[in-house]
């Protein structure tokens, strides 16, 4: 039988346009592997697998009657942030334990549209607060390549499912990491597009000024797939950009991958990102892949970014300043959680939020609280706002020397479930990635091998609405190297 979970969205597509396969058993087969073994990955939290058959049946019919939308009946997975209709969207949190949504994300419409069919809605840090998905209410996701380890977070419900082949492609939200890390845990690509580039309507807010939704695939052409339909302007969403869309996939298809391809590039490495803190094993690992990069002709040069502490401590400022303002909607009264017996208004208001929500949201709604508090707002706020604008500036100075920025997508590879690590040693482990969010850059991680048998990620930082060249330049790697092809052992049967 066809191992279709082995085969590349461009692959299910031809397969499907040339009748070698109907959407109906893609989909059935790929419902079959989550039911074998999503058990142990946890990696769902909701399967919407009626509607999906269904919708399965449509495609092919509309197939057979001439549509040819190249994407019509292929699977992908949504993350639980992002609201379906009539399907439970609960973020990871009690708080919206049974909220089903009435209306669609513009990312959902439009990936459906693409004729993409939905398998159902992925596990997540509460809120996408988290780089471990341990603070999920729906219990952890177990990393495929050692079900004892994290899959990163807060998409690590999609990171993993990517990697265990129960899905080609998925969404995933980025704020400050939550689709490159995980990715980098998983040994899968991920991108985090320029902000504004996708529509935020309908993906439950965790910080307004940093959420992006991207995509994860085995490959940065299965990414592309994706990201074409998601992306474009949303007149629902104030921030999306109105520019012209632009064609990921064409643009890969056309890239010319052998003898020197990366001639005249210029990757930017900065030694910030090669401090204290970063795994030997790792730096080792992406040392190669900058080697790697050099023999595909691109030339490496040295650029200076800001001091990744500065970076660390402005967001861990401005991130629940905007979730304790975004969460205050959660109040027990209209949907979701409510508490049992409430004595009045403000017990009701109270208990609904504090049993509603979980230890690591109830710090951030804290923290942010303070920052923005009267009396603290120019102390910490106004000032964090400042050194963003410093961030930002740094990024684009150092993109006056280089076209793309390489990093480790973390310090290090997948740690344990439950080493209970203090919050602190977790927001470190975000350094690398939440100074993209802040300049509001496009970004993605690729897989370039292993460290002690886990995956490691290099990303690839790129100026504003530079995805395609990032897509490009990390898939000439992929078209020269063989590491996103390496899947969990049990991802091989
Ligand atoms: N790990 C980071 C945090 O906890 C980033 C999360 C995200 O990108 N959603 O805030």
Redesign the pocket.
């Known amino acids: 039988m066809t191992q279709f979970h082995q085969l590349s969205v461009h692959e299910l597509a031809q397969g499907l346009t040339n009748k070698d396969f109907s959407s109906v058993e893609l989909t059935e087969y790929f419902i079959n592997r989550i039911g074998k073994y999503d058990d142990t990955i946890n990696s769902f939290i909701t399967h919407d697998f009626d509607h999906a058959l269904k919708n399965a049946q449509t495609a092919d019919q509309l197939r057979t009657k001439g549509d040819t939308r190249p994407l019509l009946g292929v699977p992908m997975a949504h993350k639980d942030n992002l609201c379906t209709k009539g399907v439970l969207t609960t973020a990871g949190s009690k708080i919206l334990y049974n909220f089903v949504s009435p209306y669609d994300a513009t990312v959902v419409e439009n990936i459906a549209k693409a004729g993409f069919i939905n398998l159902g809605k992925l596990n997540m ?1 509460e809120f ?4 471990d998905n341990e603070s999920s209410y729906f219990g952890a996701v177990h990393n495929p390549w050692d079900t004892a380890r994290v899959p990163g ?2 998409s690590g419900g999609s990171a993993a499912a990517v990697a265990s082949g129960f899905t080609p492609v998925a969404t995933g ?7 490159r ?1 995980p990715a980098s845990f998983c040994g899968v690509t991920g991108i985090k597009p320029t902000y504004g580039r996708v529509s935020r309507y309908g993906m439950i807010a ?1 910080a307004s000024s940093l ?1 992006q939704a991207g995509t994860f695939g085995k490959s940065a052409l299965d990414c592309a797939y994706l990201l074409n339909p998601m992306q474009g302007h949303d007149v629902k969403d104030a921030t999306s950009i109105n520019r012209p869309n632009d064609d990921y996939v064409a643009d890969i298809l056309a890239v010319k991958t052998d003898d020197k391809p990366l001639a005249g590039k210029k990757i930017g490495v900065a030694k910030a990102y090669f401090g204290q803190g970063l795994d030997s094993d790792v730096e080792k690992s992406i040392r190669t892949a900058l080697a790697t990069y050099e023999e595909l002709g691109a030339t490496i040069v040295e650029v200076d970014i800001t001091d990744p502490a500065i970076t660390l401590a402005t ?1 861990y400022l401005l ?1 629940p300043a905007e979730a304790s303002s975004n969460l205050s909607r959660y109040d027990g009264v209209r949907f979701g959680y409510r508490c049992e017996d409430p004595k009045d208004l403000m017990d009701l208001y109270t208990r609904s939020r504090s049993e509603g929500f979980g230890a690591e949201v109830q710090r951030r709604i804290i923290m942010g609280t303070y920052a923005l508090s009267a009396g603290y707002f120019d102390a910490y706020y106004t000032k964090a706002q400042k050194v963003r604008r410093i961030i930002m500036e740094d990024f684009k100075k150092a993109f006056e020397t280089c076209d793309i920025i390489a990093s480790p997508t973390a310090p290090t590879t997948a740690y344990k479930l439950g080493e209970s690590l203090d919050p602190a040693t977790i ?1 470190l ?2 350094v690398y ?2 100074g993209v ?1 802040l300049a509001g850059l496009p970004a993605l991680s690729h897989p370039v091998g292993q460290a002690n048998g886990l995956p490691v990620g290099l990303q690839l930082i790129g100026k504003h609405w530079a995805e395609s060249e990032l897509l490009k330049t990390a898939h000439i790697y992929q078209a020269n190297t063989d590491f996103h092809e390496q899947l969990p052992k049990f991802a091989n049967t």
């Open positions: 840090d996408a607060m988290g780089s977070g807060s939200s980025d704020t400050g990491g939550s689709i890390q965790y959420d967001y991130a927001y482990g975000d990635t939440i969010n």
